[in-house]
């Protein structure tokens, strides 16, 4: 389908480096739906939704927090660690969202494997189902973090 | 199957078209002249209406705080518009208080300049000018902060309150950048109005930090613009209790100058955190403010110190340090400087040992 003006600017606004360093799309030639549509795919494959995997980050984010920098025991075999600097990120999407720049860094104890999530990426995944392209420097891949994090 | 894709296809191709007529329009059917912005009742400045009011301002170098690039998402740059503003946009509306919407507050990047227009700034950020520096030293800190040394080109000087921060530009530095500007708190003497020093915390995959630890060298110019803030000391004599970690010791060693500058008789103890030995900095320096001023005590505090690390001070978190070392802090101010995290930890810790909620100061955008 032939995209709209909104989206068109939408698009285009992901792919600059206004708000992150080289964007959020990365090299992904798909359009921002496309990328949306296939990383909604792989989270429900797994059983699980896009509020269900929001809520555990927010869980464990909110734990990790409690230990001002320090690694903290956040349960499940799981340790994280936050990284704050001061200042707001402030969503990508044209409506009014900013968030605390904070970095939440959880490793399995177990296994070693490791994963980096800042705030803002909670909401992109909770309100707009969006990882990121493919390429960015921040994408989260949907099958890693469930693997992680449940 | 197909009458409906056609129907959606026709639907968004109507509604496209509408909305480049209208954007077009704007553009070159709209001539709204040169308009008069009329400041404060004492400057008028004459600008090319159809523009947002904040990119007339920041043409003329009037500098209002901005995190958005004026895509009224942040909400920083409110300012009062008197009259010829025009109606409130539903954009705007989710950042402003009722009070502020009663009060004529407004988001100058959604106010269009469509005729002459009466604004009310306040008379700090009038005094905000841009200054070009120029990198005249980097001193690494610990393994992710460094001490940026700039001198102001010419013989220019910047008046500002200790505490107060600047924002710096970082310029265009990877392909498809952008300038942005970021806060940072003046870590200098305010005596040595020549220059400004900057503690800066590297940010993975940051803009401006990025910019600052991997791509500038000492010689380069850069902008900064400022002064700006609330955050500085209240003109009492209550004893202060000052609380930072990481490049939370910018504001405070500007602060800790300025006492000495002035020969400052307030007792005041200063605690910083950090998780590691190797993640102190400055120690020496302000320990030397115990001796030279009146009533001043540094306390460091470690969170995990490694045992060969043979740390003799306070261990825990600062807030665990302020909550065990302060014991009663009712008369006390307290100054914080920090991430958001620890500036939340904080105001717990100081509530519980009496410090009245209005006596607890620190940047409102942290
Ligand atoms: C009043 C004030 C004073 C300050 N003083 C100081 C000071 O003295 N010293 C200091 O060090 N800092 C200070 N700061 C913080 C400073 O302004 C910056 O916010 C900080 O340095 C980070 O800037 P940056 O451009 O490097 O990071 P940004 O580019 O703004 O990055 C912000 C966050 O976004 C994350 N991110 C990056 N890419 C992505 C992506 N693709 N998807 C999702 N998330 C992503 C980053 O990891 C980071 O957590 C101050 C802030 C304020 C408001
Ligand atoms: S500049 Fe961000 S809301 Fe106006
Ligand atoms: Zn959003």
Redesign the interface.
Known sequence: ??K???MEKLDNFL?????????FMGEDIRDVDEVIVADTRSVERLGYSLEQVAARMHEITHIA??G???CVDVGAGLKGC???????I??PW?????F????TTVTDVESGKEI?WSDLHIHLIEEHGFFEGIGS??RIEPVKLITIIF | MVTVFIS??VI??I??VL??LL?LSEKFIANYGICTVDINAEKQIEVQGGQSLLSCLVEEDIFIPS???G?????YCKLKVIEGGGLLLP?ET??LSDQEQKDDIRLSCQVKVRNDIFIEIEKELLSVRQYECICSGIEDLTHDIKLFKFGLAGSEEIDFIAGQYVQLLTPVY?K???E?Y??YSVASDPLNKGAIELII?L?????C??YCFEHLSIGDTILMNGPYGEFHLSDTESPMVFIA??SGMAPIRCILSHMLNTGSKRKAVYYF?A?KVSELFMIDEIKQFENDLDDFRFVPVV??PDPAEHWTGLTG???EAVESDLENAADYEAYLC?????IE?SGKVLAKLGVPEGKIYF?S??
């Open positions: 389908m032939k709209t003006p909104e792919r600059s480096s206004r708000i992150v360093a080289g964007g927090k409690e001002l920098g320090v936050v990284d704050e600097a001061k200042g707001r402030v969503c044209p409506h009014p969202a900013s605390d720049k904070r970095l980096t420097a921040m | 959606v296809l968004s191709s509604g496209g909305a480049l954007v995190a958005c690039g895509r009224g998402t942040c909400g954009t989710p950042f990877f498809g950048g952008e942005v970021r806060a915390r940010v993975p995959n940051g803009i930090t990025t970690g990481g955190g998780n969170a995990l978190l600062v807030t920090g991430s958001p995290g620890m930890a940047d955008f942290a």
